[in-house]
């Protein structure tokens, strides 16, 4: 250590802390007994800073309605804006920067309001802490901690530092929001192996761990950035994360269109140049192209539809923080689930006694709640039963009670909480047991003495109950719970058989033994006299009710399920197992076999991603990497989690799904958050994903072919030498009120069945696949073809030019109209689909109409669009024109109703 004047932080960052004697730990530090004094602390701080972790600084409202107008197809709008106003073109300007500011003010609103602010990793260390300063103990805000401060913490503390232990009383810590265990963790003071990992450095309290039980007192290591949880937030904080399947495909088909836009305007353009048309006509004209093939409205549409999922998802307790990842779940091939508080309850359940003789009893229910049962019989074995019962709840400092509404609540140590519950469930009430059996006695739990003790008075009797770990209390014993005179000797092979099955089926076993003093007892200093063995009794953090019927769902659409958890493999497999995530221990990987990926991801590591099912004693980093293998490897990955130690994969993956009740941390790190901590609901988001996404693809598929029609309608009459068909404003008319209208009503389409049955969509497909591109062209050739029809046949029939493109225009409207009926399913027939499924789209089309109509006499519009009244019969025939879209689509439709569908 070097002197007090050259304190170097890097000495604490590579220092091994575990590995050394807490006084020696201390010593370094240059902690007194009595504390830091004033002068030092200050002095320190300049050197180490405050205790507060890096943040990202959230979006501002500027900067997020900004972010609006990242879009290629945005670009391209804004430039026909912009070309249309130099050239006085007020209308078409206006129609279409109209256009782009309401798509950016719908985003904006929906994105602020979802936004949280990255504000969770600071308020995991907001809290006060009790030090001692100046040879006294004093309460300070915990970011005013410095390396060396003498912390003292009790039951409930949130641990406000990396912290050595130097003195340590039943001390039990939950860890479970930055390893993933899923029961509380018994503390020690002496030294561990300096190779041990964060989860199993016994001496060692991390930043953000809660006090389940027992007293501390400590001299802070680290703080800030330097403590393991500010090591995640610097990994959360510096990575990117993934972009949401949509936006990739969304991004993709705008830069697709837009240069498919460009080079057909500018072959176009370079055509009737060369036929001699004047430059600025032919200028004018490639504007018109350029809105026709523009769709103008699917900003607004895709925002819209989104916003839409966003709502009905928020109803199936699904809530979205960013716009674009609401079909992002539906994308996804593979969820790489957290076990602690995602597939399971994280609460320690007592599910099998085995006594002695050998008989085993499930126990039913789940959870800290008294409800379930024992499943056991009558005569010796429900005596025995009770007998152990009874010592388990007499040796427990924990309460369970039920509310008169029916709620359970509890206080203490979650494995005493438990043994109350399991007396429940025998029909027994340990309040009663405890009043008829007063301690004289307690030992309690610490992590060197591995057992706690209570001996009580019963009769003229002191009797002890003991309970902890069988290495532990076995050797205590002398005889065994059981024969036929209700004890016989101990059977060590038995009892070491049972231990070990139960072990290796993921049980955290505990055994409990009761003894009677026959000697004289001290209070002050009690011993345990020999001991009668009267079982073991296994838990296990039990799985949530509705998570095995979720997994097959996702099987049955296709999604995979690996597990990825710091808890023990044992454990890990247990689930994995029942779950039917994996059959056999082969594929179980921990984190020390994983390795090092490198500094990119190799081949050998992303192999062994590849082969596990299950992923356990991993570090956050190396969840983070098993991301990032598996997306390297061409999957969409969704990510869940609820702990500190899911952030950075929360960050990475390509959807990021946090528990409601889990940590701030991964709740404002997660794009989608699992309100009622069901997995079950993740499984609805897929649904509700899937639905979105087809939504999209609707409204593209309406906007795409009626853009298309225009502009084959254009082309092809210039190429037999007629006028432009339409005028740039009407093409604005129908592409932004026509289909704008329209296409917001598609939006609220409800679901398709068979969503769950189809396989995700390849990660390498874009919006257009094969089906949507047939429609398109089909039905975009068939409205064109017909306007096209029509305007030659009005023009070499003596009609003028305005009164023509009238009813053309009318036409085109009323092609729109029907239309919309056809992309309400991309494969089904349009009288197949329910009108109720979309009633909205049925008064969005007689909204469209009605709006044209009344354009048709309201003299400004009619100015503006060059539009007059027609006549019913005019309008009749038109209709009747329109319709013929719908008889093609249906024949269309019909060749291939008993093809499968080729949209995922």
Same mark, same amino acid.
């Given at each position: 250590?070097?002197?007090?004047?050259?304190?170097?932080?890097?000495?604490?960052?590579?220092?091994?802390? &575990?590995?050394?004697?807490?006084?020696?730990?201390?010593?370094?530090?240059?902690?007194?007994?009595?504390?830091?004094?004033?002068?030092?602390? =200050?002095?320190?701080?300049?050197?180490?800073?405050?205790?507060?972790?890096?943040?990202?600084?959230?979006?501002?409202?500027?900067?997020?309605?900004?972010?609006?107008?990242?879009?290629? /197809?945005?670009?391209?709008?804004?430039?026909? %804006?912009?070309?249309?106003?130099?050239?006085?073109?007020? #209308?078409?300007?206006?129609?279409?920067?109209?256009?782009?500011?309401?798509?950016?003010?719908?985003?904006?609103?929906?994105?602020?309001?979802?936004?949280?602010?990255?504000?969770?990793?600071?308020?995991?260390?907001?809290?006060?802490?009790?030090?001692?300063?100046?040879?006294?103990?004093?309460?300070?805000?915990?970011?005013?901690?410095?390396?060396?401060?003498?912390?003292?913490?009790?039951?409930?503390?949130?641990?406000?530092?990396?912290?050595?232990?130097?003195?340590?009383?039943?001390?039990?810590?939950?860890?479970?929001?930055?390893?993933?265990?899923?029961?509380?963790?018994?503390?020690?003071?002496?030294?561990?192996?300096?190779?041990?990992?964060?989860?199993?450095?016994?001496?060692?309290?991390?930043?953000?761990?809660?006090?389940?039980? %027992?007293?501390?007192?400590?001299?802070?290591?680290?703080?800030?950035?330097?403590?393991?949880?500010?090591?995640?937030?610097?990994?959360?904080?510096?990575?990117?994360? %993934?972009?949401?399947?949509?936006?990739?495909?969304?991004?993709?088909?705008?830069?697709?269109?837009?240069?498919?836009?460009?080079?057909?305007?500018?072959?176009?353009?370079?055509?009737?140049? +060369?036929?001699?048309?004047?430059? /600025?006509?032919?200028?004018?004209?490639?504007?018109?192209?350029?809105?026709?093939?523009?769709?103008?409205?699917?900003?607004?549409?895709?925002?819209?539809?989104? !916003?839409?999922?966003?709502?009905?998802?928020?109803?199936?307790?699904?809530?979205?923080?960013?716009?674009?990842?609401?079909?992002?779940?539906?994308?996804?091939?593979?969820?790489?689930?957290?076990?602690?508080?995602?597939?399971?309850?994280?609460?320690?359940?007592?599910?099998?006694?085995?006594?002695?003789?050998?008989?085993?009893?499930?126990?039913?229910?789940?959870?800290?709640?008294?409800?379930?049962?024992?499943?056991?019989?009558?005569? #010796?074995?429900?005596?025995?039963?009770?007998?152990?019962?009874?010592?388990?709840?007499?040796?427990?400092?924990?309460?369970?009670?039920?509310?008169?509404?029916?709620?359970?609540? &509890?206080?203490?140590?979650?494995?005493?909480?438990?043994?109350?519950?399991?007396? $429940?469930?025998?029909?027994?009430?340990?309040?009663?047991?405890?009043?008829?059996?007063?301690?004289?006695?307690?030992?309690?739990?610490? !992590?060197?003495?591995?057992?706690?003790?209570?001996?009580?008075?019963?009769?003229?009797?002191?009797?002890?109950?003991?309970?902890?770990?069988?290495?532990?209390?076995?050797?205590?014993?002398?005889?065994?719970?059981?024969?036929?005179?209700?004890?016989?000797?101990?059977?060590?092979?038995?009892?070491?058989?049972? @231990?070990?099955?139960?072990?290796?089926?993921?049980?955290?076993?505990?055994?409990?033994?009761?003894?009677?003093?026959?000697?004289?007892? !001290?209070?002050?200093?009690?011993?345990?006299?020999?001991?009668?063995?009267?079982?073991?009794?296994?838990?296990?953090?039990?799985?949530?009710?509705?998570?095995?019927?979720?997994?097959?769902?996702?099987?049955?659409? +296709?999604?995979?399920?690996?597990?990825?958890? %710091?808890? &023990?493999?044992?454990?890990?497999?247990?689930?994995?197992?029942?779950?039917?995530?994996?059959?056999?221990?082969?594929?179980?990987?921990? +984190?020390?076999?994983?390795?090092?990926?490198?500094?990119?991801?190799?081949?050998?590591?992303?192999?062994?991603?590849?082969?596990?099912?299950?992923?356990?004693?991993?570090?956050?980093?190396?969840?983070?990497?098993?991301?990032?293998?598996?997306?390297?490897?061409?999957?969409?990955?969704?990510?869940?989690?609820?702990?500190?130690?899911? =952030?950075?994969?929360?960050?990475?993956?390509?959807?990021?799904?946090?528990?409601?009740?889990?940590?701030?941390?991964?709740?404002?790190?997660?794009? /989608?958050?699992?309100?009622?901590?069901?997995?079950?609901?993740?499984?609805?988001?897929?649904?509700?994903?899937?639905?979105?996404?087809?939504?999209?693809?609707? *409204?593209? $598929?309406?906007?795409?072919?009626?853009?298309?029609?225009?502009?084959?309608?254009?082309?092809? #009459?210039?190429?037999?030498?007629?006028?432009?068909?339409?005028?740039?404003?009407?093409?604005?008319?129908?592409?932004?009120?026509?289909?704008?209208?329209?296409?917001?009503?598609?939006?609220?389409?409800?679901?398709?069945?068979? *969503?769950?049955?189809?396989?995700?969509?390849?990660?390498?497909?874009?919006?257009?696949?094969?089906?949507?591109?047939?429609?398109?062209?089909?039905?975009?050739?068939?409205?064109?073809?017909?306007?096209?029809?029509?305007?030659?046949?009005?023009?070499?029939?003596?009609?003028?030019?305005?009164? =023509?493109?009238? /009813?053309?225009?009318?036409?085109?409207?009323?092609?729109?109209?029907?239309?919309?009926?056809?992309?309400?399913?991309?494969?089904?027939?349009?009288?197949?689909?329910?009108?109720?499924?979309?009633?909205?789209?049925?008064?969005?089309?007689?909204?469209?109409?009605?709006?044209?109509?009344? =354009?048709?006499?309201?003299?400004?519009?009619?100015?503006?669009?060059?539009?007059?009244?027609?006549?019913? *019969?005019?309008?009749?025939?038109?209709?009747?024109?329109?319709?013929?879209?719908?008889?093609?689509?249906?024949?269309?439709?019909?060749?291939?109703? @008993? !093809?499968?569908?080729?949209?995922?």
């Amino acid at each position: 250590m070097k002197e007090r004047g050259t304190l170097s932080p890097d000495e604490f960052r590579v220092t091994a802390w &575990h590995a050394i004697p807490a006084d020696e730990a201390a010593g370094r530090l240059r902690s007194p007994e009595g504390g830091l004094t004033t002068t030092e602390v =200050a002095r320190r701080r300049e050197i180490f800073g405050e205790n507060t972790l890096p943040e990202r600084r959230p979006p501002t409202v500027i900067e997020v309605f900004f972010r609006q107008f990242a879009s290629p /197809l945005i670009y391209v709008l804004l430039a026909a %804006g912009t070309i249309s106003a130099l050239f006085a073109d007020v #209308a078409d300007a206006a129609f279409i920067f109209a256009v782009v500011l309401l798509n950016a003010i719908i985003g904006t609103s929906q994105e602020v309001k979802a936004e949280r602010g990255a504000t969770a990793l600071q308020q995991m260390l907001r809290i006060r802490a009790r030090v001692k300063r100046d040879d006294r103990e004093t309460t300070i805000p915990a970011e005013d901690l410095v390396p060396g401060d003498r912390v003292i913490l009790g039951s409930g503390d949130r641990v406000p530092a990396d912290i050595r232990i130097t003195r340590a009383q039943s001390l039990s810590i939950d860890e479970s929001l930055l390893t993933g265990e899923s029961h509380a963790v018994e503390k020690i003071t002496d030294t561990v192996d300096p190779a041990m990992p964060p989860a199993d450095r016994l001496n060692m309290l991390y930043a953000g761990s809660t006090v389940m039980s %027992g007293r501390a007192a400590g001299v802070v290591v680290a703080t800030a950035r330097d403590t393991e949880i500010g090591q995640i937030a610097e990994m959360v904080t510096a990575s990117e994360p %993934g972009k949401p399947p949509l936006a990739i495909r969304m991004e993709d088909f705008s830069r697709k269109i837009s240069i498919a836009i460009l080079a057909a305007t500018g072959l176009l353009a370079l055509i009737v140049l +060369g036929q001699g048309m004047p430059p /600025l006509e032919v200028f004018f004209l490639a504007v018109a192209l350029a809105v026709s093939a523009i769709p103008e409205g699917l900003p607004v549409a895709l925002t819209v539809a989104l !916003s839409i999922a966003t709502s009905r998802m928020a109803g199936r307790n699904v809530v979205v923080r960013h716009l674009t990842a609401v079909e992002s779940l539906g994308s996804c091939t593979l969820i790489a689930s957290d076990k602690t508080g995602t597939l399971t309850l994280n609460q320690q359940t007592a599910r099998i006694v085995v006594l002695p003789t050998g008989e085993a009893f499930p126990v039913t229910g789940a959870g800290y709640a008294g409800e379930g049962e024992v499943i056991s019989g009558y005569g #010796a074995p429900r005596a025995l039963l009770d007998r152990l019962i009874r010592a388990v709840a007499i040796n427990n400092e924990a309460t369970l009670e039920q509310t008169g509404e029916g709620d359970w609540i &509890h206080q203490g140590d979650p494995i005493d909480v438990a043994l109350l519950a399991l007396t $429940y469930k025998l029909g027994l009430d340990p309040v009663d047991i405890r009043e008829g059996a007063p301690p004289v006695a307690r030992l309690p739990f610490e !992590s060197e003495r591995r057992y706690a003790a209570v001996w009580y008075r019963e009769g003229e009797e002191i009797q002890v109950a003991v309970k902890g770990a069988a290495e532990t209390i076995v050797p205590f014993c002398r005889t065994m719970a059981g024969g036929p005179g209700g004890s016989a000797p101990l059977d060590p092979d038995r009892v070491w058989e049972e @231990h070990d099955d139960l072990t290796a089926r993921g049980f955290r076993v505990l055994a409990v033994a009761h003894g009677h003093e026959r000697r004289s007892f !001290s209070s002050e200093e009690p011993e345990l006299p020999p001991l009668e063995l009267l079982g073991l009794v296994g838990f296990i953090d039990p799985i949530r009710p509705d998570v095995p019927d979720a997994i097959q769902r996702c099987r049955n659409a +296709g999604v995979d399920v690996v597990m990825v958890t %710091g808890d &023990h493999p044992a454990t890990a497999f247990a689930i994995a197992r029942e779950l039917e995530i994996t059959d056999s221990f082969d594929e179980v990987i921990t +984190g020390a076999d994983l390795g090092d990926p490198g500094t990119a991801i190799s081949t050998e590591f992303a192999d062994r991603v590849e082969q596990a099912r299950v992923f356990a004693r991993v570090t956050p980093l190396q969840k983070l990497h098993i991301v990032e293998a598996y997306r390297k490897g061409g999957e969409f990955v969704a990510v869940t989690g609820d702990g500190v130690n899911d =952030a950075p994969a929360l960050q990475s993956a390509n959807i990021g799904v946090a528990m409601g009740s889990g940590t701030d941390v991964a709740r404002d790190t997660a794009s /989608l958050i699992i309100t009622d901590d069901d997995f079950a609901s993740i499984v609805a988001g897929i649904e509700e994903g899937r639905y979105a996404y087809d939504n999209v693809r609707k *409204v593209i $598929y309406l906007l795409i072919s009626t853009g298309f029609a225009e502009v084959l309608l254009f082309m092809l #009459a210039l190429a037999v030498g007629l006028p432009l068909p339409l005028i740039a404003v009407q093409l604005l008319w129908l592409n932004l009120v026509t289909n704008g209208i329209q296409d917001v009503a598609l939006a609220f389409e409800g679901g398709e069945p068979g *969503v769950m049955t189809r396989p995700p969509r390849r990660p390498e497909e874009g919006v257009f696949n094969r089906l949507m591109m047939e429609e398109v062209l089909l039905s975009g050739t068939v409205i064109a073809l017909i306007a096209l029809g029509l305007w030659h046949w009005l023009l070499s029939n003596g009609w003028d030019e305005f009164a =023509a493109r009238n /009813l053309l225009f009318l036409l085109m409207v009323l092609f729109e109209n029907f239309h919309v009926f056809n992309c309400r399913s991309e494969y089904l027939s349009a009288f197949r689909v329910p009108i109720s499924n979309n009633y909205l789209l049925v008064a969005g089309v007689i909204a469209a109409q009605g709006v044209h109509i009344l =354009a048709l006499y309201t003299p400004i519009l009619r100015d503006v669009l060059q539009v007059q009244p027609v006549s019913l *019969v005019e309008w009749l025939t038109l209709l009747a024109l329109a319709s013929s879209v719908t008889v093609v689509m249906e024949i269309f439709k019909a060749i291939r109703r @008993h !093809s499968p569908p080729q949209i995922g």
